[in-house]
């Protein structure tokens, strides 16, 4: 997964707007707030609630 840190910063969870932090080893973003886990299909984010999966 190739997600620059700069953009990394400015990405928030779209249900609860708290940051989000890669998890590199599964291409998913991970909401630090809610918990909601985020897909990344061929490095771009999918930043919808509902293809968001809870851990």
Same mark, same amino acid.
């Given at each position: 997964?190739?997600?620059?840190?700069? +953009?990394?910063?400015?990405?928030?969870?779209?249900?609860?707007?708290?940051?989000?932090?890669?998890?590199?080893?599964?291409?998913?973003?991970?909401?630090?707030?809610?918990?909601? %886990?985020?897909?990344?299909?061929?490095?771009?984010?999918? +930043?919808? %609630?509902?293809?968001?999966?809870?851990?």
């Amino acid at each position: 997964m190739k997600i620059d840190d700069w +953009l990394l910063e400015i990405l928030a969870c779209p249900a609860c707007k708290s940051p989000l932090r890669a998890e590199l080893d599964a291409d998913e973003l991970a909401c630090t707030g809610c918990g909601l %886990v985020y897909p990344v299909r061929d490095d771009i984010p999918v +930043l919808l %609630v509902d293809e968001a999966r809870k851990p």
